[in-house]
């Protein structure tokens, strides 16, 4: 957090909690595109309406941010054509982190974002900075290292790093098990962590649970309640690799987008 940043944060922390010994008050916050309800927790942005404590709606804060800018105008006339949302704000803290010389990838986990892509389109950077910034991660990892871990790779240290990527293809997708790791899991992979599923595949799930439903069926009719029970795990695993595989088909590039440029004359 650059220095600017740290002291506006600290303002708000010290206005929220003036009067000594006070904590920032818990809210829950409401998020209509979610459409749930956070738990509890200490948001910055809060203020008092009579006697409750509110979470601002995005409607307040993009009306705050313009009367702002309509201030900030008198002296920098440029901020008049400019409009801001909170959501920018997200965007600008990721773009300094990342040029400030946070790996893109930590960027990443930070926002919360499952592929690479999408934290690339949010932030402003060039496809020469992701490679700056990767290739600066690893250096400085490279440092921490003994230097003979960097001598050149033999032959068959190739031809076992190129078979990697063949081995990591499986039935359903991509096995991401660690560079030189054998598969510990009997390659069981619908209930394994590892595996990344192809969207292309989702009907083969479906064949799958069609399947895992009919062999349920037959064992409960049996009374075998460990097969049941092993089954039923089964299931909750193939329900969860088939919604993260419709997620990653959602993904689409995140387009950054131009501020709003607001008409000529007066607003
Ligand atoms: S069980 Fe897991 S680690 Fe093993 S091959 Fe399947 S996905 Fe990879």
New binding site residues.
Partial sequence: MSAELFAVVAAIVRRHTAGGGRTIPLLSRYDPKERQSSPAMPFLFQRKIGTKHEVMSDTTVVNMLKRRCVELAEQRPGFLATSFTPHDFRRLLATDLVNSGLPIHIGAALLGHFNLQTTRGYVAVFNEDVVRHYQGFLDRRRQARPTDEYRSVTEPEWLGFEEHFDQ?K?ELGG???PYGAP???????LR?P??TVNPKMLPRLDEIEDDLLSRRSRAAHEGWLGEVEGLDLTLTFLQQKREQSQRLTRITPVSLGMPGVRPEGPS
């Fill in positions: 990591r499986v096995c991401a098990r598969c510990q899991h009997e390659h069981s992979c394994c590892m595996l």
